[in-house]
Each structure stands twice: as C-alpha cells, then as structure tokens.
C-alpha cells in the first residue's frame, strides 16, 4: 500500500467545524512546500490535487509529484456560472479546445451523444488548467459530487464516458464517491479505481462502516480502491488509523493530509512498521 498526498489543508479546506483563521496563500504555499519535501524525502511522491484557481502558482511553489487530478472543482463552476452565466461556463470549456478534441466532439454531437460531448468538453478544459504539469497527471479523479448525483440518477454513462476518455487519453481513471457500493453495483467489469472514505469511527462512510465492510469483505470482484478520511478529519490518531486499515488487503493507497512536517515523519514511519 502507497501514501497519496491530500492537498486540502493547503488551500485552507478542512471538514471540521471552527476552522482557524486561513493564513495568506503565500504563507500557506510555502508551509506546503516544506510539508510535501518532507513526504518525498520519507519516500512518498504522489499528491492529489483539485483545480483550485491558484493551482498553478501552488504547483509552481512546491517539489515536484505525479499528481492525481481532482475534476471539477465544483465551487469553480458555481462562481463562474454566478458572474457570467451558463454561457460563461460554455466559453470556459471552449478554452480546452485541440483540433483533435473539436472533430469527436463535433462527431458526438451529430450523434447526439450529449454525455460524451459534456465529458470531453469538462476535460479538455480542466487539463488546461493544470498547464505544463500535464505530463505529471497519472489520473483523473471525478469529484465524488458528480460521481454520486450520476449513480444517484442512474445516469451512469456519463462515468462510463469519462472512462472512456480517460482510457484514450492513458491517464488512469478513478472515481471519487461516498457510496462505494454503488458505484460497484454500478460499474460492473470495469477497470477503474474507487476512492471513498474509510475510517474505524465511520466519519463520512457511507451507509455505514458495517455496512461497507461486510460488502467488502464478500465481494470478490472489487475494482482498485483509495482510502480517504482516514483519520476521520483528525479525530483519529495514526496508531488507530494505521491499525485499523491494514486489517484490509483490498485497498492500493491511501490520502493522508497534513500542514505539519513532523506529523509527516511520525504517519510514514508507523506506515512503514506494516507495509
């Protein structure tokens, strides 16, 4: 089992509630910077990464990893539709545009396949965004919004088309949820990997930690899976996170976030006692 890198807490995102104040992205940047030298030299060189608008400068600032591409930012999409409109939310997916890309959207179009049409569109932009650290992206990690209004609609060839993609483009495809038993139920015999949150406190797992652990645990045919939340937004110590997910051999990596160096040495040590 591998450690990911969790970008949250570097653009001040934090799930518990009565957060501190945010320092400047300058202050936060460079204390990132520091934290992910720290992960590298203890061996660790992956970090998931969602498009926040200052992402380039973030990626500019700090050591370089393969990274693993958070799309949409759905807050992105929010404020531009709330300043310019569904038909700025249009022109900001044209920017994505390759001659490549425009014939099999406009292929798509004649067939009418709007799903297609939407995710071709959606990822042409958003690799954009992420600009001359292209080459860096292994995956493309669907926000688990998406993911699960999709599986909750039953829409689900609108993933089916995003694997598709992510498929021709040869960047892993991985879908972020918090239901991964119905994303499961709904992608049967495809090779992807899942990525839900998983912790002994249950925080965020969804049904329920029974629930998913006994689903898991008969379930003989899983894709890959990421373990997200694993301290359970900091209510968990390492010692029982660690402990409690090495009871499992069906996960491949796991998210760890954090803002401080030390914490990076204490978690990647005690990792490493068992894997």
Known sequence: ??????????????????????????????????????????????????????????????????IHFVIPYPHKYNDIVAVSGYFGLIRYFLRGFSLQSFHKILFNFIRLDFNEIFIRLMIASELQCIGKYKDRVKSLCLHNILVDLCIASGNVSILKSFHKICKELRIRPVFITQNIRALIESMPDIDYTGCFSFNSKGYMVNPSIDEVLSYLNKNTNLPKLWAMQIMASGSINNDEAIQFISKFNYFEKVLY?????????????????YY
Do not use: W, Y
């Open 1 to 66: 089992m591998k450690i990911i890198i969790g970008d949250n807490p570097f653009f001040g995102v934090n799930h518990k509630v009565g957060s501190k104040k945010l320092a400047s992205k300058t202050e936060r940047f460079k204390q990132a910077s520091e934290v992910i030298r720290e992960f590298k030299i203890n061996g660790v060189e992956e970090i998931m990464v969602s498009n926040h608008p200052s992402l380039q400068s973030f990626l500019d600032t700090v050591p370089s990893c393969d």
């Open 257 to 273: 976030a954090t803002t401080k160096k030390q914490r990076v040495t204490d978690f990647v040590s005690l990792f490493k006692k």
